[in-house]
């Protein structure tokens, strides 16, 4: 069969531009869709084409008429679900094709889709699952897949959860990293100039941090790929700096320990940037040195909140004496601190002063503010449900309020966006 496997276009508004003309905030998010470049790979017997609507927007007409897809499958982040309905319905318009949708919105509000531009909806880690869809319609068997769901608008959404496992990496298959070779040379690390390429070393999180999504691929399960086919995947690709995408990929530090090794073993010299939590480098500073020695350079951290009640609220389970033993730990290795945090719309002006002397005493070397926003599927959305005032989900960028502000908005957004200028300044990763 013919897959066209879409990459939706940077998507999202900002409420700080548009009320207040403040052009600073807006993110625009650029690197190689690995999640699509995964699911082909388990596609062995089917003509593929991946098209990245964030490198290439006008794309789609000449990829339809030209490749003619038999299946179209879309993949979207929350703030970019409402334009993937708005493509579905303008791919339904020009062909007869059948459109699946698949990501973090479908695995965490699989309900959203459940409309007739959408055919099936693919919930949670879909290398797998995808496969098995697809080999459905081709022989037109009609099978109930676990983790698949076929839209029924106007009725609830039935359909039989999956029970992820190792076997869903289908690691085998590696990723088909030469269908965006193309678009490679624009998937830079901006604040580098350097190349960068994606690499999965592990999916899903055993924590459950209330605001986080992370858990709805892997229905709150933890699995680590083989390390082999790590070093296969990074050996792959020929770019100097390699981002492990996992959302925690120091998760289980023996097999993180195990990888690094392989890396040295393989002889692969590459700088990698990965996601650890506070904790485990708080538990594990070995572990960390390691990595360093094998070409880690920088870490994601997120430390969220800078005191104690209000990492408890986010069922973070560490705390703020552990995030600044970490945070004294990463400097004396020598790693650079990627430092995320997150501000509540209800912080007054004196919490983002505290917060900004914080991360200028810390030096946190690339600080990353977020503004908390309920995703739906997430305890956080659960918890604040009722508060929520802008339901429009091209706003759940996670730079805009869309619970009311406790200050004044604009004054918000002022102080929002001067704390991201001054983290900005003096950054490096
Ligand atoms: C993958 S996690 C960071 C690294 C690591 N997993 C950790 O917990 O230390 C991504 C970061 O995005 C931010 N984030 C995720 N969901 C968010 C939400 N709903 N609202 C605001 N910020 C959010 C948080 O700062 C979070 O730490
Ligand atoms: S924020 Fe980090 S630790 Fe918490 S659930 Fe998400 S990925 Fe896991």
Known sequence: MKILLINPPNSG?????????????????????????????????????ILDLKVNPDGLEAELSGFTPDIVALTAMTCEAQTVLRLATQIKQKRQTTVVVGGIHASADPDFFNCEQIDWIVVGLGKQSFSELVQALETKVDQRIPGVARTAPGTPLSFQPRKFSRNDLAEQHPPRYDLVEPYRPQYVLQTLGLQLGFVASAAGCPYDCSFCCISALTDGRYLTATIATVIRDIQQLQTPVIRLVDANTFGNPQHALQLADAIESAGIKKQFLADVRSDTVVRHPELLKRWQEIGLRAVVIGFEEIDDTALGAMNKKSSAAINLQAIEILHRIGLTIVGDFIISPDYTEQQFDKLGDFVKQQQINLPMHTILTPLPGTDLYRQLREKIIIHDLDYYTLTNAVLATRLDEELFYQRYAALLAEGHQSAKV
């Open 13 to 49: 508004r900002s409420i700080p531009e548009e009320r207040y003309g403040i052009t600073s905030v807006k993110q625009i998010f650029r690197g190689e869709p690995l999640a699509l470049e995964v699911l082909a790979g388990n596609l062995d017997d089917h003509e593929l084409r």
